[in-house]
């Protein structure tokens, strides 16, 4: 083995490992400490292999935005921080046959897939201007595909999350008025026949 593969190897046994972390501790802040390590071991597994556009895009994205995104929302919604027992499902030893289920099947396909074939590893192979000729140029009906995806998950995401919109529930009734605003004076309403 040559060092890039020893670097690459041990690079992914720290990313398995904390991802294993993130999914078995039963603290909400270890489980987003734990991703960042994640997230940081494959962004390494991305300079390694040359990819170095792709490693910063994977520190700035997901460990700077995702992350800090992840624990404001523990913060903010008040989740509990220390151990909850509510949050087990007993479904581990499910979870844990579906994992390996999963993993065997996607390492057996990489493995009949790809056998003993290599890829050069040539320095800027994996530059900005590299992949966004790529991505512009071979996979641009794919990008745009998916960039209409994205944007129908948030749309989809804002109205299931605000419960304004769509009809009344039953036996609610509805809002006469509803663009007045309750804190207006009725001073500064020019219906009101009062001079202000």
Same mark, same amino acid.
């Given at each position: @083995?040559?060092?890039?593969? &020893?670097?690459?190897? #041990?690079?992914?046994?720290?990313?398995?490992?904390?991802?294993?972390?993130?999914?078995?501790? /039963?603290?909400?802040?270890?489980? *987003?400490? %734990?991703?960042?390590?994640?997230?940081?071991?494959?962004?390494?597994?991305?300079?390694? #292999?040359?990819?170095?556009?792709?490693?910063?895009?994977?520190?700035?994205?997901?460990?700077?935005?995702?992350?800090?995104?992840? #624990?404001?929302?523990? @913060?903010?919604?008040?989740?509990? &921080?220390?151990?909850?027992?509510?949050?087990?499902?007993?479904?581990? %030893?499910?979870?844990? *046959?579906? *994992? +390996?289920?999963?993993?065997?099947?996607?390492?057996?396909?990489?493995?009949?897939?790809?056998?003993?074939?290599? @890829?050069?590893? /040539? *320095?800027?192979?994996?530059?900005?201007?590299?992949?966004?000729?790529?991505?512009?140029?071979?996979?641009?009906?794919?990008?745009?595909?998916?960039?209409?995806?994205?944007?129908?998950?948030?749309?989809?995401? &804002?109205?299931?999350?605000?419960?304004? &919109?769509? !009809?009344?529930?039953?036996?609610?009734? !509805?809002?006469?008025?509803?663009?007045?605003? !309750?804190?207006?004076?009725? +001073?500064?309403? !020019?219906?009101?026949?009062?001079?202000?």
């Amino acid at each position: @083995m040559s060092g890039q593969e &020893i670097v690459f190897t #041990l690079l992914g046994v720290v990313a398995v490992g904390s991802a294993v972390l993130v999914v078995t501790t /039963r603290q909400l802040v270890h489980a *987003a400490l %734990w991703l960042v390590v994640s997230f940081g071991a494959l962004a390494g597994g991305y300079l390694v #292999l040359t990819a170095e556009f792709v490693a910063w895009v994977q520190v700035l994205i997901y460990v700077g935005a995702i992350v800090v995104l992840l #624990l404001f929302g523990i @913060m903010l919604t008040r989740a509990p &921080i220390g151990e909850s027992a509510d949050l087990n499902s007993g479904n581990r %030893w499910a979870a844990l *046959a579906v *994992a +390996a289920g999963t993993a065997a099947v996607l390492v057996t396909v990489v493995v009949l897939g790809f056998r003993d074939e290599r @890829m050069p590893l /040539r *320095a800027g192979g994996g530059s900005a201007e590299e992949l966004g000729a790529a991505v512009f140029r071979t996979w641009v009906l794919p990008f745009e595909v998916l960039s209409v995806l994205l944007l129908a998950s948030l749309v989809g995401s &804002i109205v299931l999350s605000r419960s304004d &919109i769509g !009809p009344p529930a039953p036996g609610a009734e !509805p809002d006469p008025n509803p663009t007045s605003n !309750p804190n207006q004076d009725s +001073a500064s309403d !020019p219906d009101s026949g009062e001079d202000a």
